[in-house]
């Protein structure tokens, strides 16, 4: 077998140091903490508990290999990750048992990712090898003018829960295409997968130093992280998490003035309009919002159906969410499983509850389920909310849908865009004008016509407003990785 072949067991994939130069190796401390099972609370495994020492020692080995790495042919470096796509997908099986397994994203979820993960590493393979400058039109006798893009050097890379596989797969897949060397921090709760592609990406060639993986704990880790924002030789962060956190970052890296990728929350308004297609606005909405249990950050938030189709929108809706299958990934019939921790039920039911005191009516849902656990909700419809109530203004991140109702376009349009955020929008409209002018006129780095399912990685992904700046995947997604340099040669004849 070849090594592009290599497939592994389960527990062959399961990792507990941090990646290194190469090596797989402790924290400095010695310290670990545990990844558990979001489903049963249980263990999976013990990881490296890294501070500012790790996250140092990450940085030197990424700044030594970055000059080789950078020098290499763009064919090289594409070539090399061909063979980590083929092995991610060779593994996807076991990829997507570890995601649903430290996540608790169904297992037909789980696999997903991890193909959608390997096709930005596909894509971005084939990306490095147009990496086009430009020869500007002469200007001057004797003068010639070109401007080449160059990698940006040493990038950190930190990452959500939510998207264990493909959030840290779509920074490390353009940063290495562009010849950028990599420091990355996966999220506390989620590490396991991250380990497991530097893993294949070592057998697929990466070169030690080129990825380097450290764990932390949410606490340590922001310690790890500070070292990273303070050091001159990291000179790009790409983040994708929380608003508040991506603030943080863009103030604390001032002080080097770093190139930032800020892939923040969103606040998605999902519109049907009277004229809509009520069936495929409800498949749309479906597959939109009930994604991982309702934690993605391009999750409808918050849904504004017309008077004239709210009732018979909102039966159809609520007679479709009661039937979802709740049951943890274990079980293949699951559509949705756990929240990620009981932190996130807490914020769910803060939301839901705050809705119902303020006049929201349960048209399915709207309580935890104790009895699979603490970190179980049920999927929730909520009709009549309005633009008082917490989940109008905060991202619930969980699987629940409040109905707002709206009588013409601008009211819809105005409620949309009243929000701070402006990642993902939706409507549903059979109209091509009013397609045509609400398409313009939505605050949102990406928007959603008559479509739920939004994600490629061809398309560029990322949001405007507080959602953050810079795109991942499509031709687009490689420039967050490269600086152009001018070059101007006098002297010629
Ligand atoms: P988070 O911001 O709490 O954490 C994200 C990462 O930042 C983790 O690795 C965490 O350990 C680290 N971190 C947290 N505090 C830090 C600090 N003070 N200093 C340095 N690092 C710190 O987000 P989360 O709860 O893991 O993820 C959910 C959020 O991510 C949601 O808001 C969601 O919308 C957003 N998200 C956005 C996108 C996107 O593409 N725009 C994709 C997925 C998730």
Redesign the pocket.
Known sequence: MTPMTTRYPLSALIRSGNFIDGQWVSAASGTRFAVTDPATGKTIAEVADSDANDARAATDAAARAFPAWRDTLPAERAAVLRRWHALIVANAGELGQLISLEQGKPLHEGRGEAMYGASYVAWFADEATRIYGDLIPQQQRGKRMSAVKEPVGVVAA??????PLA?IARKIAPALAAGCTVVG????DTPLTALALAMLAHEAGVPPGVLNLICAS?ER??TA??DWLADSRVRKIT?????P?GK??ARESAGTLKKLSL????NAPFIVFDDADLDAAVDGLMAAKFRNGGQ??VCPNRVYVQSGVFERFADKLATRVAALKVAPATDPAAQIGPMINARAVEKIARHVDDAVSRGARVLTGGKRLAELGPNWYAPTVLADATPDMQLSCE?T?GPVVPLFRFDDEAEAIRAANDTPYG?AAYFYSQDVRRIDRVARQLEAGIVGINEGALASEAAP???VKE??YGR?GSKYGLDDYLSIKYLCQGGLA
């Open positions: 930190i990452t959500p829960w939510n998207f959030m921090k996966p999220a506390e949410r880790g922001v992280v500070a983040f994708t998490g929380s608003t956190v943080h970052l892939e923040l929350g969103g993605t950050c991202e991140f990642l992904f990322g949001g959602s953050g991942e």
